[in-house]
């Protein structure tokens, strides 16, 4: 996985499970004088090893807080379709010095999850699909909010290599975020998300306002092949 180090402390996981475009990072507010961002990798779900399947396990039995829940869908469904639809990549968002090797020390270390998606509605969205990479299903869990990861998670040292891996051709990454969704929007912006001036109508909560950066191509080395799809392990 793609990693920026950083100390970090591991913190009891509490139960966790709405638009499948949409990405949430609702959440308390942090408090700079008591809270540090830790550090993070991003993981892909769609390899093959003893770790991805050990997180994968983990990811599937997330929760999120019901005001959450108006904003994205949980990766109990959005990672089985990932898994059948070549062009979605699903990653989790673990603790940088974490190697979890069972499903509770995955639940205590695993603090989101996510996907790319290569196809989408990207022609919707923007004016060169080919070019772009759409971020999805994006949420922190309740238990690692207000700590800064929604916002380090989405930028460009952390996600940009993970995106120029998946998608070699693409320039910008775009995601869709509910009006309603005022948290999630501050994110986005603090992550070098701007606007775009668009807005999408297909989502079951309301307008989604569409917005997007350049992919940071200094962020990464040469993009490796892509491997094998797993199969769902719920």
């Given at each position: 996985?793609?990693?920026?180090?950083?100390?970090?402390?591991?913190?009891?996981?509490?139960?966790?499970?709405?638009?499948?475009?949409?990405?949430?990072?609702?959440?308390?507010?942090?408090?700079?004088?008591?809270?540090?961002?830790?550090?993070?990798?991003?993981?892909?779900?769609?390899?093959?090893?003893?770790?991805?399947?050990?997180?994968?396990?983990?990811?599937?039995?997330?929760?999120?807080?019901?005001?959450?829940?108006?904003?994205?869908?949980?990766?109990?469904?959005?990672?089985?379709?990932?898994?059948?639809?070549?062009?979605?990549?699903?990653?989790?968002?673990?603790?940088?010095?974490?190697?979890?090797?069972?499903?509770?020390?995955?639940?205590?270390?695993?603090?989101?999850?996510?996907?790319?998606?290569?196809?989408?509605?990207?022609?919707?969205?923007?004016?060169?699909?080919?070019?772009?990479?759409?971020?999805?299903?994006?949420?922190?869990?309740?238990?690692?909010?207000?700590?800064?990861?929604?916002?380090?998670?989405?930028?460009?040292?952390?996600?940009?290599?993970?995106?120029?891996?998946?998608?070699?051709?693409?320039?910008?990454?775009v995601l869709c975020v509910n009006?309603?969704?005022?948290?999630?929007?501050?994110?986005?912006?603090?992550?070098?998300?701007?606007?775009?001036?668009?807005?999408?109508?297909?989502?079951?909560?309301?307008?989604?306002?569409?917005?997007?950066?350049?992919?940071?191509?200094g962020a990464h080395g040469v993009?490796?092949?892509?491997?094998?799809?797993?199969?769902?392990?719920?």
């Amino acid at each position: 996985g793609v990693s920026v180090r950083g100390r970090a402390r591991v913190r009891p996981p509490a139960p966790e499970g709405r638009s499948s475009v949409a990405t949430s990072t609702t959440g308390r507010a942090a408090d700079p004088a008591t809270e540090q961002t830790p550090g993070l990798r991003l993981v892909r779900l769609d390899h093959d090893t003893d770790e991805t399947r050990t997180l994968r396990e983990a990811v599937v039995r997330q929760r999120l807080a019901p005001e959450q829940r108006r904003f994205v869908t949980e990766a109990v469904r959005t990672l089985p379709q990932a898994d059948t639809d070549p062009d979605r990549i699903p990653f989790a968002m673990v603790l940088a010095d974490a190697r979890p090797t069972d499903r509770l020390t995955a639940l205590d270390t695993c603090a989101g999850f996510g996907i790319i998606d290569l196809r989408g509605l990207l022609r919707d969205l923007v004016d060169t699909p080919e070019r772009a990479a759409l971020l999805r299903a994006y949420y922190v869990t309740p238990e690692w909010q207000g700590r800064g990861i929604g916002t380090a998670a989405c930028s460009a040292p952390l996600l940009d290599p993970l995106v120029a891996e998946a998608a070699p051709r693409a320039h910008e990454i775009v995601l869709c975020v509910n009006h309603a969704n005022e948290a999630g929007t501050r994110t986005y912006l603090a992550a070098g998300f701007v606007p775009t001036g668009r807005t999408y109508h297909g989502g079951p909560n309301g307008p989604q306002q569409v917005l997007s950066r350049a992919l940071d191509t200094g962020a990464h080395g040469v993009p490796g092949p892509r491997n094998e799809r797993t199969e769902n392990t719920q």
